[in-house]
């Protein structure tokens, strides 16, 4: 019997469930894992000078790495990855806050964390908005309208 995959030619099957007809899972999922795993090393590259100031040249490398890597990604597979390298790279950069906040609050690191924790994860939200009021489209630049608005 053969199924037609969107994407993909025609796939045999047969009762055993051969590799052929797992083939097609199996890339997904290593697909995934490599745009999980790439998507990391961006977050630590944009993050490195935070750790070692010397490293600022690793985080133009991780500019022009999301550059390239990030836009290819589509959908909410694509949003979720964007949503981790920024959350990633902020609770990276920002590691010495729950401390801070600890010593501020004069309580336990887990306070800190507490705090600190909802900070991380609303500006990496708002870093990764692109419905937000200041984002517009490429035609909607080219026409020199946002919004039946014109453009100043």
Same mark, same amino acid.
Request: proline share 6%; no cysteine.
């Given at each position: ?9 025609? %796939?045999?099957? +047969? #009762?055993?469930?051969? =590799? =052929? =007809?797992e083939?097609?899972?199996?890339? #997904?999922?290593? +697909?995934?894992?490599r745009?999980? /795993? !790439?998507?990391?090393? %961006? ?5 490195a000078?935070? &750790?070692? $100031?010397?490293?600022?040249? &690793?985080?133009? /490398? !991780?500019? #022009? ?13 694509? @949003? ?7 959350? *990633?790279?902020? =609770? ?18 887990? %306070? ?8 991380? %994860? ?5 870093? *990764?908005? $692109?419905?937000?009021? @200041? +984002?517009?489209? #490429?035609? $909607?630049? *080219?026409?020199? *309208? ?7």
């Amino acid at each position: 019997m053969s199924v037609l995959v969107r994407g993909t030619g025609p %796939i045999e099957l +047969s #009762a055993g469930g051969d =590799a =052929a =007809a797992e083939a097609p899972a199996t890339t #997904a999922g290593r +697909s995934r894992w490599r745009d999980l /795993l !790439a998507t990391l090393a %961006i977050a630590m590259l944009m993050a490195a000078p935070w &750790l070692e $100031q010397r490293l600022v040249p &690793l985080e133009w /490398l !991780a500019v #022009a790495a999301g550059l390239f890597w990030l836009p290819r990604l589509g959908g909410w597979w694509g @949003e979720t990855l964007v949503l981790v390298a920024a959350t *990633t790279a902020l =609770a990276t950069a920002f590691h010495w806050s729950p401390d801070v906040l600890a010593g501020a609050l004069d309580s336990s690191y887990g %306070i800190g964390l507490a705090f600190t924790v909802p900070f991380v %994860i609303w500006d990496a939200v708002r870093l *990764t908005n $692109q419905n937000g009021s @200041e +984002s517009r489209t #490429a035609s $909607q630049m *080219t026409k020199g *309208t946002v919004n039946a608005r014109p453009m100043p």
